[in-house]
């Protein structure tokens, strides 16, 4: 079965950086479609960005463009997401994920193995 295990989270200030890594087992990146999806407290999981492991084409969210990264290490099997420029409404607990059947929408629902999550914290 895919598992997928993330790192990478901490307390930061605005504006400051980090590098969330997803190590994935059981199943190549190659044969997976994978995202990054995250959740503040009192709201909902969101979407972040997706991409097939292969595929040129990333589709992310408007808040995501520019300031966050979704890239690969195929032959490590993992995930990176780099995030730059963070606010206050970046914090919360970022996840990933990622599935076999290769979802063809960045939604939550269409995937079905998925991290523990890694928390991102964001204050002066």
């Known amino acids: 079965q895919l598992r997928l295990v993330e790192s990478g989270g901490a307390l930061v200030q605005p504006g400051g950086s980090l590098k969330l890594s997803c190590t994935a087992s059981?199943?190549?990146?190659?044969?997976?479609?994978i995202g990054w999806f995250r959740q503040a407290p009192g709201k909902e999981r969101e979407a972040v960005s997706c991409?097939?492991?292969?595929?040129?084409?990333?589709y992310e969210r408007d808040f995501a463009r520019g300031r966050f990264r979704l890239s690969t290490d195929a032959a490590k099997n993992i995930l990176f997401l780099e995030l730059k420029e963070l606010t206050p409404e970046d914090e919360g607990v970022y996840y990933c994920?990622?599935?076999?059947?290769?979802?063809?929408?960045?939604?939550?629902?269409?995937?079905?193995?998925w991290g523990q999550g890694t928390q991102v914290t964001v204050v002066s």
């Open positions: 059981g199943f190549t990146l190659e044969q997976l479609t």
């Open positions: 991409m097939l492991s292969y595929d040129p084409i990333k």
């Open positions: 994920a990622a599935d076999p059947v290769r979802p063809t929408h960045c939604l939550d629902a269409e995937y079905d193995f």
